[in-house]
């Protein structure tokens, strides 16, 4: 063929048009970049009226004030390339394997009697990043109501930070320590809730695939992101600490990360999910298979206290 026939060929054919994504590829795009913003907005809320640590919709407890222009041309590329087609996540048998391990260990703990005049109790280690040279290192400690039908408390203390400064609207967050009341709120997983859960892992799988139902980039992240807010409270609850490992087993894109370390540099062996936002790694001690946090946020302490803002008995 002669050029002159390519361009008059050429000529023929349709124009391809402007590359679009589909209306619903749209709203995905928007909802994500939406939900981005919003999970990693600081807990900058009024003493009287801050909910409790673990809603319905996952979210971090140390969370990034500013999104930068890097992170959300992220999240574009990644409903772009969700558009294109994705591939099945692959997993790691000797991943199941430690997962089911480490569910055996938890079913053979002790169970911990709760009252519900009583407080779960959780303290961490983390950090927030206000912005690339404001990163505050902080521990927190939460009390929250077993029945949630009463005020919880959350005290905040910042290791490394700026000091208080008169009119700073991050002074919640400014070197020392700093308490919140916990208001009861509808929205927040009590413990009594944890409780009523199936210890059947396909069960409660399927009623955590329910209950994150349009939340996260896929059902699979939303799932593990809910399964990981859940485990400080589930190790008071030994069935449902085994059954939330086991369940995690199911979710493909599963590895083992022979050494991880938390946020304080505990050393453990890790497993990480394809699926998570930036492959988040669970670390637990290698011995005793506990679980420790991640490397974004330590598990220190779990507990039941008598009353908001004491440590449990030993």
Do not use: C
Not at 72 to 101: C, F, Y
Not at 108 to 126: C, F, I, L, M
């Amino acid at each position: 063929m002669n050029p002159e026939e390519r361009e008059e060929l050429a000529r023929l054919l349709p124009s391809p048009g402007e590359p679009v994504l589909t209306s619903d590829r749209h709203d995905l795009l928007k909802d994500l970049l939406m939900r981005e913003l919003t999970d990693q907005a600081p807990e900058l809320r009024d003493t009287t009226t801050a909910p409790g640590r673990r809603a319905r919709a996952p979210r971090r407890r140390f969370a990034v004030i500013a999104v930068p222009l890097a992170t959300a041309t992220a999240i574009v590329a990644a409903v772009l390339a969700g558009a294109v087609g994705s591939k099945t996540a692959s997993t790691d048998a000797d991943a199941v394997d430690l997962l089911h391990r480490i569910a055996e260990v938890a079913a053979a703990k002790k169970s911990v009697p709760v009252r519900d005049d009583q407080y779960v109790y959780v303290r961490t280690q983390g950090s927030m990043k206000f912005s690339e040279k404001d990163i505050r290192i902080l521990r927190e400690a939460s009390w929250n109501a077993v029945d949630g039908r009463r005020a919880g408390l959350r005290r905040i203390t910042v290791l490394v930070g700026p000091p208080f400064r008169a009119r700073d609207p991050l002074s919640g967050y400014s070197k020392g320590t700093h308490d919140m009341r916990l208001s009861p709120d509808p929205n927040v997983t009590t413990f009594r809730e944890l409780q009523a859960l199936p210890t059947d892992p396909d069960s409660l799988l399927e009623k955590i695939y329910a209950g994150t139902k349009g939340e996260g980039q896929t059902r699979e992240s939303a799932a593990l992101e809910k399964i990981g807010d859940m485990l400080p409270d589930a190790t008071l609850l030994p069935e449902l600490d085994a059954a939330l490992y086991r369940a995690a087993a199911k979710i493909p894109g599963v590895s083992v990360v022979t050494d991880a370390k938390d946020y304080t540099g505990r050393s453990g062996i890790g497993l990480s999910f394809k699926e998570r936002d930036g492959r988040t790694v669970w670390v637990f001690d290698k011995k005793s298979l506990a679980f420790l946090g991640s490397a974004e946020e330590a598990l220190l302490t779990v507990g039941v206290a008598d009353k908001a803002g004491e440590t449990p008995a030993s």
